[in-house]
């Protein structure tokens, strides 16, 4: 099947294999097939029938879709495998957040706990596609994890960019374990974005930042999936956290896809949901998209503290591929619903608990009514941020009243104690 990098503001294209991320006018690229064609191939029983199937190409929740991933040998994957994940429900998550069709999504359930090993397996298999030797990438601490581990499956030297001091531990400490080279940049998210950048151009290093248009092609299996776990009947709303909008990049491409493909015959509306403090495409949305918004970016959610995202205009044509909206909500929503969904049995880093926040508060305004259906991403895994989590119940969080504590008792050795701990 046949497809090549496009421009999407000015349309020019380019060879599959050339290493580049922009165009040439400064756009950002797609990976483009010819829809017309790929109708004649693809339904949803080509997918349905490799379900349960044994090569490792049907075993993965991204590669079972491959035709709409990227034309590539099977024996050339670089794959954990990854996906199939499960689609949880919950009566008090339900009940939370005032919707009876709820369903929530965990891609924290993907071998390195985050959405971003669907991006990566496809990345990872690209960048070995291109010859590359040496791969990189900025990261508030997924991005990284998941490169460090497929990097080092596929015999790459990987080169990780954090914001010194300001990822959580679960994510830092899987980047050193998997061998990654790790570079703490004295600055935030944003900073090290264009760093890397920078050092990708000048020392000829792939780049692995959702920038890249094989990062977004992976992680459209998420929708696709998700679609084929409902029997290809899409709920009324898909709601994720926004960071870098690689992903809300994604979800509407699968989407426009999906639906131009007819693996679904409606679109589901996005809404993608931002930290208050980390708002920068919220803020772009309510001014109607005129123009692009830039924050200084602060939020208890590290993953998404992101003030300047790369993506941005991929995820605007997102938002008004799907009708979709953008909302925000308090770093105290934030973790009110991921205690929501902690104590549901489910748990999710604080980030992800944004989804769930977000409907809670789409529903509150009217936007999300009553009686329609919706699926929450949760992105990463609780075990990611402990830190976090350890403080919210021992109310060490500055600001934040822990309304749903589970805080630990100290007791001596007696029953007597236990039995008074008990009461
Ligand atoms: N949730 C989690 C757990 C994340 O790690 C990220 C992004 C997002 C949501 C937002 O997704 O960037 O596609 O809008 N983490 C990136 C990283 C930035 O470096 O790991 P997005």
């Known amino acids: 099947m046949r497809a090549q990098l496009k421009c999407i503001d000015c349309g020019t294209t380019y060879a599959l294999d050339q290493v580049r991320y922009t165009c040439d006018c400064g756009g950002l690229l797609d990976v483009a097939r010819d829809l017309e064609e790929l109708r004649n191939v693809v339904s949803r029983e080509t997918f349905d029938r490799r379900l349960g199937g044994r090569p490792l190409a049907d075993v993965s929740g991204v590669w079972r879709f491959r035709e709409l991933i990227l034309p590539v040998p099977e024996n050339e994957i670089v794959s954990r495998p990854e996906g199939n994940t499960p689609l949880y429900r919950s009566p008090r998550l339900s009940k939370w957040v005032g919707l009876d069709d709820l369903a929530l999504k965990h891609e924290g359930e993907n071998p390195t706990g985050s959405f971003k090993d669907r991006g990566m397996t496809v990345g990872v298999t690209q960048a070995r596609q291109v010859g590359a030797r040496a791969v990189a990438c900025a990261s508030t601490g997924n991005t990284s994890a998941s490169l460090a581990s497929y990097g080092a499956m ?26 990654a080279k790790t570079l703490q940049v ?11 950048q920078h050092v ?5 290093i792939y780049l692995l930042n959702s920038i890249n248009p094989f990062r977004v092609e992976g992680q459209k299996a998420i929708i696709l999936e998700m679609l084929q776990q409902r029997e290809w ?18 979800f509407g491409k699968a ?32 001014g109607h998209f005129q123009q692009r918004e830039r924050v200084h970016a602060e939020t208890i ?16 044509r997102a938002i008004e591929w799907t009708n979709g909206v953008v909302t925000q909500v308090s770093d105290a ?4 619903a991921k205690a929501q969904v902690d104590a549901a049995g489910i748990g999710c880093e604080p980030a992800s608990a944004s989804s769930v926040a977000g409907i809670k508060r789409l529903v509150g305004d009217g936007v999300i009514k009553p009686g329609e259906s919706a699926v929450a991403i949760l992105t990463g ?21 822990p309304a749903y504590a589970n805080a630990p008792v100290v007791v001596e050795p007696t029953v007597d104690a236990v039995r008074e701990a008990l009461n």
């Open 301 to 316: 959610a590290t993953a998404i503290k992101i003030g300047d995202p790369v993506s941005y205009s991929r995820a605007v």
């Open 381 to 401: 895994h609780l075990l990611k941020d402990p830190s976090a989590t350890v403080d919210y119940h021992l109310n060490r969080l500055e600001g934040i009243t």
């Open 154 to 179: 596929a015999g790459l030297a990987v080169i990780i960019f954090v914001p010194e001091g300001k990822i959580a531990f679960g994510k830092l400490s899987q980047a050193l374990a998997y061998g």
């Open 200 to 204: 990708c151009r000048e020392l000829d």
């Open 233 to 250: 009947q899409p709920p009324d709303w898909i709601v994720l956290p926004a960071g870098n909008l690689g992903n809300t990049s994604a």
């Open 186 to 196: 004295a600055g935030d998210f944003d900073v090290a974005m264009q760093l890397v």
């Open 333 to 336: 929503d934030i973790m009110s």
């Open 255 to 286: 989407l426009y896809e999906a639906h131009q493909l007819g693996l679904i015959t409606r679109i589901p509306r996005l809404a993608a949901v931002q930290a208050k403090g980390a708002n920068p495409f919220y803020r772009s949305f309510i």
